[in-house]
Antibody
Framework: EVQLVESGGGLVQPGGSLRLSCAASGFTFSNYAMTWVRQAPGKGLEWVSSISIIGTGTYYTDSAKGRFTISRDNSKDTLYLQMNSLRVEDTAVYYC????????????????WGQGTLVTVSS | DIVMTQSPDSLAVSLGERAAINCKSSQSVLYSSDNKNYLAWYQQKPGQPPKLIIKWASTRESGVPDRFSGSGSGTDFTLTISSLQAEDVAVYYCQQYYSAPITFGQGTRLEIK
């Protein structure tokens, strides 16, 4: 069974940093591009960042460029999101998800998704 | 960026009745070389992550009930639930994957009347 388990969320002050992790199991992690999508409380879905199979191709939403870094460790089946200079508006549940088989990176659908980890940026 | 706009924002339908959710993209998501529409639909139930239900605008995922169908091409798309069941209460999102950045519609909340 495919499993994605996010961790690393929590309460952080504006300007602070967090590193999110997404532990993958039940599939060959190194064969799939991965992504982070966030959802602010009571709001819709916002794509944040994606990474290619070997990690050389990365994409970011404009608000994340220069502040967030996506990476992966295929030896550990783990996806990461390093978030620096956090802002109040970064408060959200952060989901990791797998690019669907047959997707054309960086375009693609996401399936399945993890349960998410909550990041709260507040003073 | 391609802007995805869903309508309505919320919808209340009686059990057994038809529900239709619309999604409009600010530019075409039909790729001419393969004649495919680069559009997906997701269902998100309360407290759960989104679940993919349709890709390529009309290809239903395995295990998704056949009362769910997707239609449309170019810039205008529709998700239809032919006979609403109680378990279909959720927020539904469309997503384009034609070009980066990937963008989602704002969501449509579907409730029972």
């Amino acid at each position: 069974e495919v499993q994605l388990v996010e961790s690393g969320g929590g309460l952080v002050q504006p300007g602070g940093s967090l590193r999110l992790s997404c532990a993958a199991s039940g599939f060959t992690f190194s064969n799939y591009a991965m992504t982070w999508v966030r959802q602010a409380p009571g709001k819709g879905l916002e794509w944040v960042s994606s990474i290619s199979i070997i990690g050389t191709g990365t994409y970011y939403t404009d608000s994340a460029k220069g502040r967030f870094t996506i990476s992966r460790d295929n030896s550990k089946d783990t996806l990461y999101l390093q978030m620096n200079s956090l802002r109040v508006e970064d408060t959200a549940v952060y989901y990791c998800a797998i690019y669907g088989s047959g997707s054309f990176y960086p375009g693609g659908w996401f399936d399945p998704w993890g349960q998410g980890t909550l990041v709260t940026v507040s003073s | 960026d391609i802007v995805m706009t869903q309508s309505p924002d919320s919808l209340a339908v009686s059990l057994g009745e038809r529900a239709a959710i619309n999604c409009k993209s600010s530019q075409s998501v039909l790729y001419s070389s393969d004649n495919k529409n680069y559009l997906a639909w997701y269902q998100q139930k309360p407290g759960q992550p989104p679940k993919l239900i349709i890709k390529w605008a009309s290809t239903r995922e395995s295990g998704v009930p056949d009362r769910f169908s997707g239609s449309g091409s170019g810039t205008d798309f529709t998700l239809t639930i032919s006979s609403l069941q109680a378990e279909d209460v959720a927020v539904y999102y469309c997503q384009q994957y034609y070009s980066a950045p990937i963008t989602f519609g704002q969501g449509t909340r579907l409730e029972i009347k």
